[in-house]
């Protein structure tokens, strides 16, 4: 149908996009392969050499490699767990007739326009702080022992900070999902005499199915990324123990300047984060073709 | 009787969620509440609610001390213009790929998301170091231009959904009528087109806005956003918690009151068109 003239013009609106993401893709990847079989050190300039994939064995052995592709699981998957079941009791909360659904939707969705600096601020001095936050004060409050949450329980902590920023995204998500459900359906059940659970169970779970997948996904992704959160409230420590895959990275680059081995590093960061991307991406296609 | 059942369950409903509601937002609110303390009342215990002596003294200290307005220009800078530029290259391409679609056109929306997935730790080095040898290390130029390509796929592809929704008949019947290309694009299309052009921007402003791996990673003081400057606060001597928390209300109300008229095309889209 389209003309051959339409066709050129076509390309050529699209041709700055693609260019400009093909560059942005493969300069920065080659770059990275390329220093990744390098020794290189930002402080020694010139005296980069050539060492196949020993910077790859200097970081897969390196014992903290594995502390943090631990940690990284850990914090994919606690913040997974509590968001996309958290989402889901939310999400149906909301859908009930209540009295100010919007202002409770707004409430709900807030924290996660919060920036990440900040919320883990807000977190790290105001509510966890061990002396003067409020979680301290609470527990005082109830006859206990005020818990040291940053240095006692680092992982777990920045866990409930991510957790509570992207909690709203599953409930929106979940919602949207949730509200095209059609209601025939559930009447129909319940008069047939399903109890609410069986309802929840066999009618709206399945059809929430391919939202919880999209927001696994999609949550998977960012928060393999996490980096932020980590910076300003325990700086990856106590030692390593709530350093993720980005921020030993991050240290590896930007702290100890060994560009050889953030590189070596990043590869492996890219490669972890590619295996979601392809589950992903076929997911979104398939949508794509109906 | 039936009805009273169900004023009863809605009530409860009603406490449970605003519970939920407010228990959620309240680290937001608490934010607010301790920007109007003095730095004494800020570490308080036991904490005061609503009863202290309300101030401003932390919003005045903050922009005297720490020139808080450059860096909150130096976001809009860095968010609105990465977001414009973005518009600019992605407009013709989503045009193209919704209007006179290929065979290709899917795998080339299927590969610019796949540029999206591409973890920004991966390719850190390289970024930084071309940044060093250009001379754009701290500098908003640098930032700019990243946080563009960055959010460039998502840009494209919430376009690509909301230009798809356009009927492309309207353009025939246009064109039937002896429409010029130019007066089909004023008259026709862009009345149609701005909607979704203007939840594009909108998104991708609180996206750029709320970034917080390359702000903070390629700038020092000169070009950082509030995100950076704000992680400024995390050294153990800059805990002051009222001068904090009114920077960081400054930080997130504009961004909060967008995102609240955003929702709807918040969700569309994170999940590139696969919930609506």
Redesign the interface.
């Known amino acids: 149908m389209a003309t051959k003239q339409t066709q050129v013009t076509a390309k050529i609106m699209m041709s700055p996009a693609v260019l400009m993401l093909l560059a942005w893709m493969i300069v920065p990847l080659g770059m990275t392969l390329y220093f990744s079989f390098l020794r290189y050190n930002l402080l020694m300039p010139g005296m980069e050499e050539f060492t196949g994939f020993g910077n790859y064995e200097f970081f897969l052995t390196d014992p903290a490699f594995l502390e943090a592709l631990g940690n990284t699981l850990l914090l994919v998957g606690g913040v997974l767990l509590a968001t996309v079941i958290g989402g889901t009791f939310l999400a149906i909360l909301i859908d009930q007739p209540i009295w100010g659904r919007g202002i409770v939707r707004l409430l709900v969705i807030a924290p996660f326009f919060v920036m990440p600096t900040v919320s883990a601020l807000v977190w790290k001095n105001m509510l966890m702080h061990p002396v003067n936050g409020l979680f301290a004060w609470i527990t005082r409050g109830l006859g206990a022992e005020p818990v040291d949450w940053l240095a006692d329980l680092p992982l777990f902590s920045i866990t409930v900070i991510v957790a509570w920023g992207w909690l709203p995204f599953a409930t929106l998500i979940i919602l949207t999902a949730l509200q095209s459900l059609d209601s025939e359906q559930k009447e129909a059940a319940e008069m047939d005499g399903a109890g609410p659970i069986s309802i929840f169970w066999f009618i709206t779970l399945p059809h929430l199915s391919r939202a919880l997948t999209v927001v696994t996904l999609i949550e998977t992704i960012f928060l393999l990324s996490v980096f932020a959160e980590i910076y300003v409230t325990t700086g990856g420590g106590p030692g390593t123990a709530s350093t993720n895959l980005p921020f030993l990275i991050y240290i590896q680059a930007l702290l100890q300047y060994d560009a050889g081995t953030a590189s070596a590093g990043g590869v492996v960061a890219i490669i972890l984060a590619n295996i979601v991307a392809i589950f992903l991406i076929r997911m979104i296609g398939k949508n794509l073709e109906t | 009787m039936a009805r009273a059942v ?1 004023t009863q369950r ?1 009530l409860a ?2 406490i ?3 519970t ?3 228990t ?2 309240f ?2 609110l ?2 607010i509440l ?1 920007s109007f303390k003095t730095e004494g009342e ?6 005061t609610f609503f009863f202290f002596d309300w101030t401003l003294e932390n919003y005045v200290e903050v922009q005297e001390r720490s020139n808080y307005l450059r860096h909150a220009m130096n976001s809009v800078v860095i968010s609105v213009g990465s977001t414009l530029l973005g518009l600019l ?2 407009i ?2 989503a ?3 919704a ?2 679609p ?1 065979k290709r056109t ?1 795998d ?3 590969w ?19 940044c060093q040898w250009l001379g754009l290390l701290d500098s908003l130029v640098a930032l700019v231009a990243i946080l563009m ?1 960055m959010n ?2 998502i840009i ?1 592809w919430m376009l690509y959904t909301y230009f798809k929704e356009i009927p492309g008949d309207i353009l025939e019947a246009a064109r039937m009528d002896g429409a010029s290309l130019g007066k089909e694009i004023i008259y026709v299309l862009t009345p149609m087109a701005v909607p979704g052009i203007a939840s594009t921007l909108l998104l991708n402003i ?1 996206l750029a ?2 970034e ?2 390359w702000t ?2 390629l700038t020092a003081s000169k070009a950082a956003p ?3 400057f ?2 400024s ?2 050294s153990p001597e800059g ?1 002051f ?1 009222a001068k ?2 009114a920077a ?1 209300t400054l ?2 109300a504009p ?2 009151v ?3 008229f955003s ?1 709807k095309q ?2 569309r889209g ?7």
């Not at chain 2, 800020?42 to 904490?47: E, F, M």
């Not at chain 2, 998301?113 to 973890?119: A, G, H, V």
């Not at chain 2, 994170?270 to 609506?276: Q, Y």
Request: net charge positive; proline share 7%.
């Open positions: 169900t809605k409903f009603t449970i969620a605003w939920v509601g407010l959620l937002f680290p937001v608490w934010t301790t800020a570490i308080a215990t036991p904490p290259v992605a013709p391409a045009w193209s790929m209007f006179s290929t899917k080339i929306l299927m610019m998301l796949s540029t999206k997935m591409l973890p920004a730790v991966g390719v850190l080095m390289p970024i930084y170091l071309m390509l460039l796929p494209v609180i806005w709320n917080a791996f903070l990673n509030l995100t950076a704000i992680a606060y995390s805990l918690w904090l928390s960081s930080a997130i961004i909060l967008m995102g609240w929702q918040l969700v994170l999940t590139f068109g696969a919930v609506k």
